[in-house]
């Protein structure tokens, strides 16, 4: 108890050199609180027996409370998921000519709802819309927050107290809060359930579009395949039957890519300019998801229904903003010039890397990756794997990549749950997955500088 009054006061430890250039660069509240809980935390300790810590240590700790109390929360960190749109880490890395608009916008006023030829009021909207309708063959389009305040927005506008007809199959959940049926009661509209899990044919749809029906809607089934004894109903014939009954078809696309993927090597997926040439009135899809972008939710389609849902007073309270909407205008430029586009567009440039080279990068890291186990009962190694693409393409689809791998010697399953930790641990987090008792680090987001960073950061790997 008596050491305790040999404890700096916070006078005296604000006054240490090391604490004097924390406090010009964080201020001096910052460091104050600091020390006075890093003081309560020592006095609790000497209280229950600990010897009394050299100032010197106290101010280290200091030092390390600040730097934790300030860092960022959003933090960088290393996808080495192997899932390369991965929502939980923020879905498509923008491509640097898009960071740079980003910036541009925020650094100073831009003509955000200003038109600079006649000096009047301007529409955000027409930012992009040029660009929308281009790259889509729909005649109007708008932006909001993400797809699903589109999908929101469109339901409240055109079905509030009408009925939804939607397929069985169809009615997904897609990363636990956004389902279907619950986006439907919250708008306002009486979701019509028609045909089977499994099969639904044009007659269920022919015997349910009646006078309550407001839409008639297709869902993208994105994060799941139903295989086996299926039918849907093509998009086409939907849109043919919905206008005979004078009704609009809309098409919720989720993940919505403006271009054929299938010319680099990847899975089919159904763009907008698909659904619009097949008949959809209104086609929903994300700016975040295979499109590369930032977080949006864009609508495109007929030029009264996209007035329609811009009038709602929804739409103000689901806007995008401008930095949004300057990393949209510039990932949708790039789409000018679909030859280069897998090397502008950062989210296609990792989807569509060869996989020699991430092999051989695997090949490269393994000395430092052998190293870093070194001390691991770790059976350090370079493995063939499969990447996802993610965010609601399909499961199924898989790209073969190369990872780092660890596997314990024996069965002892924990080091390999320490290791995942100490990884998340370092100054830029790794995150790697854990599959089949083995720990894997999928190399196809690693790339540029950030290679050496990661092999910096993994050299000082401890347990
Ligand atoms: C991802 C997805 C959504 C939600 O999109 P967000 O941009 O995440 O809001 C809605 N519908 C489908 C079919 C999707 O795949």
Redesign the pocket.
């Known amino acids: 108890m008596n050491q305790l009054k040999n404890l700096p006061s916070v006078d005296r430890l604000l006054s240490e050199a090391a604490l004097q250039s924390l406090v010009a660069e964080h201020g001096h509240r910052v460091v104050s609180d600091a020390v006075r809980a890093e003081l309560a935390a020592v006095r609790e300790a000497v209280k229950s027996g600990a010897a009394l810590p050299a100032t010197g240590a106290i101010t280290t700790a200091v030092e390390r409370r600040v730097e934790r109390h300030m860092r960022p929360r959003l933090r960088p960190v290393f996808n080495l998921t192997g899932t390369v749109l991965h929502?939980n880490l923020g879905r498509a890395v923008l491509s640097e000519s898009v960071v740079e608009a980003i910036a541009r916008a925020a650094r100073s006023p831009c003509a955000l709802e200003y038109d600079l030829e006649t000096g009047g009021r301007g529409d955000r909207d027409d930012l992009v819309e040029g660009l929308l309708r281009e790259l889509t063959g729909a005649e109007a389009a708008t932006v909001v927050n993400?797809?699903?305040?589109a999908?929101f927005l469109l339901l409240n506008t055109l079905a509030q107290k009408k009925e939804v007809v939607v397929s069985r199959g169809e009615l997904?959940e897609?990363?636990g809060a956004?389902r279907v049926p619950d986006i439907m009661r919250r708008a306002g509209a009486k979701l019509v359930e028609v045909g089977t899990t499994n099969r639904t044919h044009l007659r269920d749809f022919d015997e349910t579009v009646g006078p309550k029906t407001g839409l008639v809607m297709k869902?993208?089934t994105?994060?799941y395949a139903v295989q086996g004894f299926i039918a849907t109903v093509p998009e086409a014939e939907l849109a043919q039957l919905a206008h005979a009954r004078g009704v609009p078809f809309v098409v919720?696309?989720?993940?919505g890519t403006l271009v054929n993927l299938e010319q680099w090597g990847l899975p089919h997926e159904p763009t907008p300019r698909d659904s619009i040439e097949a008949g959809a009135d209104l086609v929903t899809f994300?700016?975040?998801?295979l499109l590369g972008g930032p977080?949006a939710?864009l609508l495109v389609g007929r030029r009264e229904l996209i007035a329609k849902i811009k009038k709602n007073p929804l739409k103000r309270a689901l806007r995008a903003g401008k930095l949004t909407l300057a990393a949209l205008e510039a990932t949708l430029v790039l789409y000018r010039d679909p030859e280069r586009l897998p090397q502008r567009l950062e989210a296609l440039r990792l989807l569509t890397r060869p996989n020699a080279e991430i092999r051989a990068q695997a090949e490269r890291l393994l000395p430092a990756w052998q190293a870093a186990l070194a001390g691991w009962a770790l059976d350090a190694s370079v493995q063939p794997t499969l990447s996802q693409i993610g965010?609601?393409s399909l499961p199924v689809d898989r790209l073969p990549s190369f990872a780092l791998v660890a596997r314990p010697r024996g069965k002892r399953s924990g080091v390999l749950h320490k290791l995942e930790e100490a990884l998340r641990r370092l100054p830029k987090p790794v995150i790697g997955h854990i599959a089949d008792d083995a720990l894997r680090l999928d190399l196809r987001c690693l790339t540029g500088v950030d290679e050496a960073v990661f092999t910096a950061q993994i050299a000082s790997l401890t347990q």
């Open positions: 929502t993400n797809n699903a305040a999908v997904v897609i990363g956004f869902v993208h994105s994060n919720d696309l989720g993940s994300s700016g975040d998801k977080q939710g965010s609601g």
